[in-house]
């Protein structure tokens, strides 16, 4: 998707401060952080949303939550953390690659 921030961060077109990265994912700093700690995960294959799943895609968001643990804990979440997955507009989703907001580093009020 040659629009896509996302796709872009992922090609190193947009700079971006990378935690974590593989062949399958990558976890950056949110660029506008909502808690201590707000990381998005993120995979190397553009879809925008939950509902247009299938197998293949169902695989790399197992992936990635299977790496997140790992990741959050390393990077300031000891205590624990909240993820967060934005669909569509009634949810505030503002950049369409489906991402996982991985928020902590503190109390999480709701
Ligand atoms: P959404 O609202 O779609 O669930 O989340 C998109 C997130 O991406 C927002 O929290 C926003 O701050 C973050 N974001 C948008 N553009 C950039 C960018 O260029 N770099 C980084 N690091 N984060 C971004
Ligand atoms: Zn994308």
Avoid at 24 to 29: A, E, N, Q
Avoid at 44 to 57: A, N, T
Avoid at 70 to 84: P, Q, S
Wanted: with cysteine; net charge neutral; hydrophobic share 40%.
């Amino acid at each position: 998707m040659t629009d896509c921030i996302f796709c872009k961060i992922i090609k190193g077109e947009i700079s971006s401060a990378k935690v974590y990265e593989d062949d399958k994912m990558l976890v950056f700093k949110d660029i506008e952080p909502k808690a201590k700690v707000h990381l998005l995960a993120i995979g190397k294959q553009h879809f925008k949303l939950l509902s247009e799943m299938d197998g293949e895609r169902a695989e790399l968001v197992k992936y990635m939550l299977m790496k997140i643990p790992r990741i959050a804990e390393e990077n300031g979440c000891k205590n624990g953390y909240r993820l967060v997955i934005n669909q569509g507009d009634d949810a505030g989703q503002t950049v369409f690659h489906l991402h996982i907001h991985i928020l902590g580093g503190q109390q999480l009020g709701w």
